[in-house]
């Protein structure tokens, strides 16, 4: 079955403790990213890759890291999680060679929350 | 970066009525497209129409778009109960600054009732 994984898909964490979300596809997608949902401020592009070793800042990267050393994964890291991280993360990926503007496909989504 | 935005941002409505939600955008694309969310889950797609379309159907949903007003509409016909969901438009940024991928509006919710 054509999906995006992610894990965990709830964590409870606190202040300053280094995570990491992954988030893996396997329907050959070249293009992947990562998203925040927050309430009254819709989805959010953290970060997004065109391909393996190829990464690139969103509209809100402050705070988190990538990396795409496979093309089918692509973690989201938190070096220091803050509590304004708390959120509903998302990770999608687009068909072979989309990028821009194709249909993305979604996680399940991880909710995050740092006390 | 641009940002779509939908309205109404709820809305509330009888089983087997229609509903119509709207979209509008700021700058030039390259499509649309429209998502689904249920509460806390995962986006799904819907539809996508080019920018050189302007109606598109697919089962029960209609969209059009209007690319003179920057706008498009998403109309759900015969509602059921299991449509109760967010709904997000979505467009890519053709201006070619800022982040790659889609900017998605804040959603409208939509709630169906028995």
């Known amino acids: 079955e054509a999906q995006v994984t992610q894990n965990p898909r709830y964590l409870i964490t606190v202040t300053g403790k280094k995570l990491t979300v992954t988030c893996s596809q396997n329907m050959n997608h070249e293009y992947m990213s990562w998203y925040r949902q927050d309430p009254g401020l819709g989805l959010r592009q953290i970060y997004y890759?065109?391909?393996?070793?190829?990464?690139d800042k969103g509209d809100v990267p402050e705070g988190y890291k990538v990396s795409r050393k496979e093309k089918r994964n692509f973690p989201l890291i938190l070096e220091s999680p803050s509590p304004n991280q708390t959120s509903l993360y998302f990770c999608?990926?687009?068909?072979?060679?989309?990028?821009?503007?194709?249909?993305?496909?979604f996680g399940p989504g991880t909710r995050l929350t740092v006390l | 970066s641009q940002q779509g935005e939908e309205d109404p941002q709820a809305l509330s409505i009888q089983e087997g009525e229609n509903a119509t939600m709207n979209c509008s955008y700021k700058t030039s694309i390259n499509n649309l497209q429209w998502y689904r969310q249920n509460s806390g889950r995962g986006l799904v797609h819907l539809i996508l129409?080019?920018?050189?379309?302007r109606e598109k159907h697919s089962g029960r949903l209609r969209v059009t778009l209007d690319t003179s007003k920057k706008s498009s509409s998403l109309l759900i016909t015969a509602s059921r109960a299991a449509d109760t969901a967010s709904y997000f438009c979505?467009?890519?940024?053709?201006?070619?600054?800022?982040?790659?991928?889609?900017?998605f509006g804040k959603g409208t919710h939509l709630i169906i009732q028995p």
């Open positions: 979505a467009t890519d940024d053709y201006s070619g600054g800022g982040a790659d991928g889609l900017t």
């Open positions: 890759s065109m391909n393996v070793e190829v990464t």
């Open positions: 999608a990926s687009s068909y072979p060679g989309g990028a821009r503007g194709d249909t993305q496909y």
């Open positions: 129409i080019r920018s050189n379309e």
